[in-house]
Structure formats: structure tokens, C-alpha cells
């Protein structure tokens, strides 16, 4: 198995206040990597570390090693917008841009040079029918995005991120404002994209781990407590705390 | 005891109610004062003669009293306030709402409401002492005292409006818009101009329309740099407004002549200006809270 990205401790503090501690772990391609932890335990830091969204918020240091590809993505010769590209992201809340549906699609590639319209075109309807929402808005497309329901603003979002095709896409905790069908819509559309992407994805539900995920992260306060292939994790924790937690001891 | 208390408020709310009236009153007298002043000029005058007559002589010997040239430097200042003070209070807001650090902004956020505070007079002597000799010994021009220079003023009065309501804005704009584009690889100044602004346009607009409304019903400040002859506007001539029309000949004019109640026409004229002006300006307040 190849290694997209391998992250080698990995520190963050907020202020004073440490959020990742020593973190070290190997992301597997096209593959699903769930992190799970009670909340509060640094998942969505770790998530934002991995296409450097903290470097957007005050008072935020990081030290170790964020391998992208063989390149550490906290080097000075590194082109944040081009990693970002390379990395997209799908927030916890659906956060379409009040504009039209294909503008919202379309938004990344202008930003990244493409002005054709036919390729426009092309890209927009290609990514919809990569996150499964073509059918459902192929005749509004001049609609605004804020009219769809919550859960096709979501499959929208990740069209838009699949629009400047991206490498890694990280879901931080995707289905959490949804209904049950609408995540399980999600949870399959993940599960095929990652014949083509690598993804890493934050959860609260353990389940959704189980269903979806090949490997699993579990974040405890700040510590990566354990690592590895999902199903013998859940069958068989080596730690005495991932077992706590797996079994809805705490969190 | 169950019925005092209902009393109490009822008489509260009738005290509020009373009032909520004064203002509506006042709108109601003003209007009602100003159409029947200014009704009378106008039909004396004829009304095309009056709004599209190219000449105001109103002390001649045969009167005239055509307010064009007011109308049409009033919309000039205006206009020309607008088109130089929004694209720098735009900017600013931008700067201030998106990109300036904490200490920064807090500086010229003050500078701004201070600016703001400055009454008119204070605007119209600093410009009559420095803009209009600046103004003459640039451009070499007999006089300084022009359209110019109560454009430059009248841009200067309306930045901190359209900085303040901009920034409000813009600031209202949700952070999850921004995270997004940043997230697909655009650069932050990309995302201001192409998520944020486009996300507070309706509060921009508003911004516009309340500058506009600003810079048209100012008089006192335009009177000491415009130089205040009634002629046809250009840009480096001795210009009057319809506010300083008004204002600089109401203290001379006789009770009950045709110049004095002209003067009202004029007033009459301004208002249903500001009228419109608030109409379309609630139109957009209404649409940025939808
Ligand atoms: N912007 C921030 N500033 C300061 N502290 C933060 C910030 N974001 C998160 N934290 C803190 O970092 C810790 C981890 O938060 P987070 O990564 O959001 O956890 P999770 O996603 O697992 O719920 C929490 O203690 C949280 O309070
Ligand atoms: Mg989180």
C-alpha cells in the first residue's frame, strides 16, 4: 500500500493550550480513514492540520512534519492555494455559497484558470454525477444552492471540491446535520469515491466507521491512542481506553 | 390588583404609542408644510419653466426662475461624490472587515467614527481655507470655489457612512463562505472579491444609496466651498446646489414674493429627491435581511 501522506509528530497549540500531541500516522491511498474520539479531543484540528486551515487562525503553532506526497506541506516553498487544491475539504455544516448551483461547482476551477465555458460545463456536470446529485438538479442549475435540502447542499459541497479534482478529500464529521437517509447517501457516495480518492473522514458515530472506513484513528485529549484496519480495532482494541470508548463507556 | 396591572399597561403602551406618533407627525407636517408652500411658485412659474429653465435671476428686474442648473449640479456633486468616496470606503471596509490586524483597525475605525462626528460647518471652513486655494494654484484657475471642491468635500462627508455600513456588511458575511473558497485553493484576497463582497452586496448597496442620500441633503458645507453662482455646472465653475439655492437666499427674500415662495419650490423639489432616494434605499435594507 502506498502512502499518501505520512504526518510525523505532529504538534499544535491554540495559544498555551496544547491540541495535538506527538501525533504520527500514515495515510493509506484510495482508501477511508475514519478518526474518532469524544469531542474536543482535536479530530477537526488534526483534519484542518492536514490542508493547513489552522494557518488561517491567530495564535496557532505547529511543530513536526506533514508529508504530502514526499513534501512536508509546512515547508516555505510550498504553495498553500496548490495543496489546497490537492486536498479539498467538506465542512461539518453544508456551507454552499449563496450562489447558483453551477456557479458553486464552478467556482473552484475559475479560481484555478479555467474560463471555457464547454469545459465549465463539462466539469460541472461531471462533478455532480461524481457526488450522486446530477439527476436530482440537472434542470436548476441556475437555482440558488441555498434552496436544495441539507443533505443535497452537502453532496453539493463535495461536488465542489471534487470540481478541481483533488487527491485527498477531508470530511470533517459530513453527515452529522443530516437525516438518516441523507447520510446514508453520503456514507455510499464515499465508499465509491475512494476507488478514485484517498479520504479521511472525522466521525462521532462509530458505526459509520465500521460501515464505511478501512482504517481508524482514535483521538483521545490531544494523543493519537490507537491506529490500524478498522475491523480489528473494533473486534480486538489494543488499548484499554479505544475499548472504553468503543463501547460507549465515555465520550 | 389583576385589573391595576392591565390598566398600567395599557396606559404604557398608549404612551409609547403617543410617542411613536410625534415622529409620524412631524414627517406628516413637514410634507403637508412643504407642498402647500411650495405648490404656488410652481404654478406661477409653470412647472416645465421652473424645473428645465436654464436661468435663475430672482432679484432681476424680470425675474427668472429656472432651478435646472441646481438640479443638475446637485445630481453632478452627488454623482461625483459617489463615484470618487465609494470606491475608497469600499476599500476601506474590506481592509478594515478582512485584513487589518486588530491594533489597526481599531485606529482607523475611530478615525472614522470622528469623522463622522465633524459637523458640516468645520468641513466647508477647512475646505474654503486649504481645498479651494489648493484647488485654484493647481489648476491655475481664477477661483478655486467650484464642483470640484464641493465634490471632494462631499465625498470626505460620506465615507464614514459608507465605511460604517459596509463593514457591517461584509463583517455579516459567514465565516464557513470564506473557509470553503480558501478550501478549494483560492488566495484570501480572491475570496473577499469573490465570496464576501458578492455575499454583502445588498448592505454595500445600501452603503451607496445612504451616501448618496448624505451627500444630496448637505448644504452648509457645499455652500462655503462651491462658490454658489447659479450657473450650469462644470467641473472647475462657481456652482449652486438645491440646498444652498435654498439657503442662501431664504434670510433676504421678502415675505410673500415670488422669490421667497420659489425658495420653497425649490425645498419641495429636494424633498421628493430624498423621498426617492429612502425608498430605494429601503428597498435594499429590505433585501439584505431576506
Ligand atoms: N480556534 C481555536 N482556538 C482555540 N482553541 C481551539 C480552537 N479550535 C479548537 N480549539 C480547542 O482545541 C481542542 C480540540 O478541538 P477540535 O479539534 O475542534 O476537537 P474535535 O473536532 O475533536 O471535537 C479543544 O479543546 C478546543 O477547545
Ligand atoms: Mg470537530
Given at each position: 500500500?502506498?502512502?499518501?501522506?505520512?504526518?510525523?509528530?505532529?504538534?499544535?497549540?491554540?495559544?498555551?493550550?496544547?491540541?495535538?500531541?506527538?501525533?504520527?500516522?500514515?495515510?493509506?491511498?484510495?482508501?477511508?480513514?475514519?478518526?474518532?474520539?469524544?469531542?474536543?479531543?482535536?479530530?477537526?484540528?488534526?483534519?484542518?492540520?492536514?490542508?493547513?486551515?489552522?494557518?488561517?487562525?491567530?495564535?496557532?503553532?505547529?511543530?513536526?512534519?506533514v508529508?504530502?506526497?514526499?513534501?512536508?506541506?509546512?515547508?516555505?516553498?510550498?504553495?498553500?492555494?496548490?495543496?489546497?487544491?490537492?486536498?479539498?475539504?467538506?465542512?461539518?455544516?453544508?456551507n454552499?455559497?449563496?450562489?447558483?448551483?453551477?456557479?458553486?461547482?464552478?467556482?473552484?476551477?475559475?479560481?484555478?484558470?479555467?474560463?471555457?465555458?464547454?469545459?465549465?460545463?463539462?466539469?460541472?456536470?461531471?462533478?455532480?454525477?461524481?457526488?450522486?446529485?446530477?439527476?436530482?438538479?440537472?434542470?436548476?442549475?441556475?437555482?440558488?444552492a441555498?434552496?436544495?435540502?441539507?443533505?443535497?447542499?452537502?453532496?453539493?459541497?463535495?461536488?465542489?471540491a471534487?470540481?478541481?479534482?483533488?487527491?485527498?478529500?477531508?470530511?470533517?464529521?459530513?453527515?452529522?446535520?443530516?437525516?438518516?437517509?441523507?447520510?446514508?447517501?453520503?456514507?455510499?457516495?464515499?465508499?465509491?469515491?475512494?476507488?478514485?480518492?484517498?479520504?479521511?473522514?472525522?466521525?462521532?458515530?462509530?458505526?459509520?466507521?465500521v460501515?464505511?472506513?478501512?482504517?481508524?484513528?482514535?483521538?483521545l485529549?490531544?494523543?493519537?491512542?490507537?491506529?490500524?484496519?478498522?475491523?480489528?480495532?473494533?473486534?480486538?482494541?489494543?488499548?484499554?481506553?479505544?475499548?472504553?470508548?468503543?463501547?460507549?463507556?465515555?465520550? | 390588583?389583576?385589573?391595576?396591572?392591565?390598566?398600567?399597561?395599557?396606559?404604557?403602551?398608549?404612551?409609547?404609542?403617543?410617542?411613536?406618533?410625534?415622529?409620524?407627525?412631524?414627517?406628516?407636517?413637514?410634507?403637508?408644510?412643504?407642498?402647500?408652500?411650495?405648490?404656488?411658485?410652481?404654478?406661477?412659474?409653470?412647472?416645465?419653466?421652473?424645473?428645465?429653465?436654464?436661468?435663475?435671476?430672482?432679484?432681476?428686474?424680470?425675474?427668472?426662475?429656472?432651478?435646472?442648473?441646481?438640479?443638475?449640479?446637485?445630481?453632478?456633486?452627488?454623482?461625483?461624490?459617489?463615484?470618487?468616496?465609494?470606491?475608497?470606503?469600499?476599500?476601506?471596509?474590506?481592509?478594515?472587515?478582512?485584513?487589518?490586524?486588530?491594533?489597526?483597525?481599531?485606529?482607523?475605525?475611530?478615525?472614522?467614527?470622528?469623522?463622522?462626528g465633524?459637523?458640516?460647518?468645520?468641513?466647508?471652513?477647512?475646505?474654503?481655507?486649504?481645498?479651494?486655494?489648493?484647488?485654484?494654484?493647481?489648476?491655475?484657475?481664477?477661483?478655486?470655489?467650484?464642483?470640484?471642491?464641493?465634490?471632494?468635500?462631499?465625498?470626505?462627508?460620506i465615507?464614514?457612512?459608507?465605511?460604517?455600513?459596509?463593514?457591517?456588511?461584509?463583517?455579516?458575511?459567514?465565516?464557513?463562505?470564506?473557509?470553503?473558497?480558501?478550501?478549494?485553493?483560492?488566495?484570501?484576497?480572491?475570496?473577499?472579491?469573490?465570496?464576501?463582497?458578492p455575499?454583502?452586496?445588498?448592505?454595500?448597496?445600501?452603503?451607496?444609496?445612504?451616501?448618496?442620500?448624505?451627500?444630496?441633503?448637505?448644504?452648509?458645507?457645499?455652500?462655503?466651498?462651491?462658490g454658489?453662482?447659479?450657473?450650469?455646472?462644470?467641473?472647475?465653475?462657481?456652482?449652486?446646489?438645491?440646498?444652498?439655492?435654498?439657503?442662501?437666499?431664504?434670510?433676504?427674500?421678502?415675505?410673500?414674493?415670488?422669490?421667497?415662495?420659489?425658495?420653497?419650490s425649490?425645498?419641495?423639489?429636494?424633498?421628493?429627491?430624498?423621498?426617492?432616494?429612502?425608498?430605494?434605499?429601503?428597498?435594499?435594507?429590505?433585501?439584505?435581511?431576506?
Amino acid at each position: 500500500m502506498n502512502h499518501v501522506m505520512t504526518v510525523k509528530e505532529l504538534c499544535l497549540w491554540y495559544g498555551s493550550t496544547q491540541a495535538l500531541k506527538d501525533i504520527n500516522i500514515e495515510i493509506e491511498e484510495r482508501s477511508i480513514t475514519a478518526l474518532i474520539g469524544p469531542s474536543g479531543c482535536g479530530k477537526s484540528t488534526f483534519l484542518k492540520s492536514l490542508n493547513r486551515m489552522n494557518d488561517l487562525i491567530n495564535g496557532v503553532r505547529i511543530t513536526g512534519e506533514v508529508c504530502y506526497r514526499n513534501q512536508n506541506i509546512f515547508d516555505k516553498d510550498v504553495d498553500v492555494n496548490e495543496l489546497r487544491r490537492s486536498i479539498g475539504m467538506v465542512f461539518q455544516k453544508p456551507n454552499p455559497f449563496p450562489m447558483s448551483i453551477y456557479d458553486n461547482i464552478a467556482y473552484g476551477p475559475r479560481t484555478h484558470g479555467i474560463k471555457n465555458k464547454a469545459k465549465l460545463d463539462d466539469i460541472v456536470e461531471h462533478s455532480l454525477r461524481g457526488a450522486a446529485i446530477w439527476e436530482e438538479v440537472k434542470d436548476r442549475l441556475k437555482k440558488s444552492a441555498l434552496g436544495l435540502s441539507g443533505g443535497q447542499q452537502q453532496r453539493l459541497c463535495i461536488a465542489r471540491a471534487l470540481a478541481v479534482e483533488p487527491d485527498v478529500l477531508l470530511m470533517d464529521e459530513p453527515t452529522s446535520a443530516l437525516d438518516p437517509i441523507s447520510t446514508s447517501k453520503i456514507e455510499e457516495l464515499a465508499m465509491e469515491l475512494k476507488n478514485k480518492y484517498t479520504i479521511i473522514i472525522v466521525t462521532h458515530n462509530m458505526q459509520q466507521a465500521v460501515r464505511i472506513s478501512d482504517n481508524t484513528a482514535f483521538f483521545l485529549l490531544g494523543d493519537l491512542i490507537e491506529y490500524g484496519n478498522t475491523e480489528k480495532m473494533f473486534e480486538q482494541p489494543k488499548d484499554k481506553r479505544t475499548e472504553d470508548y468503543i463501547t460507549g463507556r465515555f465520550g | 390588583m389583576k385589573n391595576r396591572k392591565r390598566l398600567m399597561e395599557n396606559a404604557i403602551h398608549g404612551i409609547f404609542l403617543i410617542l411613536g406618533l410625534i415622529t409620524v407627525g412631524c414627517v406628516l407636517l413637514i410634507t403637508v408644510y412643504l407642498v402647500i408652500s411650495g405648490i404656488p411658485a410652481i404654478r406661477k412659474i409653470g412647472i416645465l419653466n421652473f424645473l428645465f429653465g436654464r436661468k435663475w435671476a430672482s432679484t432681476a428686474v424680470e425675474p427668472q426662475y429656472g432651478i435646472f442648473p441646481f438640479i443638475l449640479t446637485s445630481i453632478y456633486g452627488t454623482a461625483g461624490a459617489i463615484v470618487a468616496g465609494v470606491p475608497i470606503g469600499f476599500m476601506t471596509a474590506v481592509y478594515l472587515a478582512k485584513i487589518a490586524p486588530l491594533k489597526v483597525k481599531i485606529v482607523i475605525e475611530a478615525a472614522v467614527s470622528l469623522l463622522a462626528g465633524i459637523p458640516s460647518v468645520v468641513y466647508g471652513l477647512v475646505g474654503m481655507m486649504v481645498l479651494v486655494p489648493g484647488i485654484r494654484i493647481v489648476f491655475h484657475i481664477p477661483d478655486g470655489a467650484s464642483l470640484l471642491a464641493a465634490i471632494i468635500v462631499l465625498a470626505i462627508m460620506i465615507l464614514p457612512s459608507i465605511i460604517k455600513v459596509s463593514l457591517t456588511a461584509l463583517e455579516a458575511v459567514p465565516r464557513e463562505y470564506e473557509d470553503a473558497s480558501l478550501a478549494l485553493g483560492a488566495t484570501p484576497v480572491e475570496t473577499y472579491f469573490r465570496v464576501s463582497v458578492p455575499a454583502a452586496k445588498s448592505g454595500i448597496a445600501a452603503a451607496v444609496v445612504l451616501g448618496v442620500g448624505r451627500a444630496i441633503g448637505e448644504a452648509m458645507a457645499i455652500m462655503m466651498v462651491a462658490g454658489n453662482a447659479p450657473n450650469m455646472p462644470k467641473v472647475f465653475q462657481s456652482v449652486r446646489f438645491l440646498t444652498t439655492a435654498v439657503a442662501s437666499e431664504m434670510s433676504y427674500a421678502a415675505d410673500g414674493s415670488l422669490q421667497k415662495q420659489a425658495l420653497f419650490s425649490i425645498a419641495l423639489v429636494l424633498f421628493l429627491f430624498i423621498m426617492l432616494i429612502n425608498a430605494v434605499l429601503n428597498f435594499f435594507l429590505k433585501h439584505s435581511k431576506e
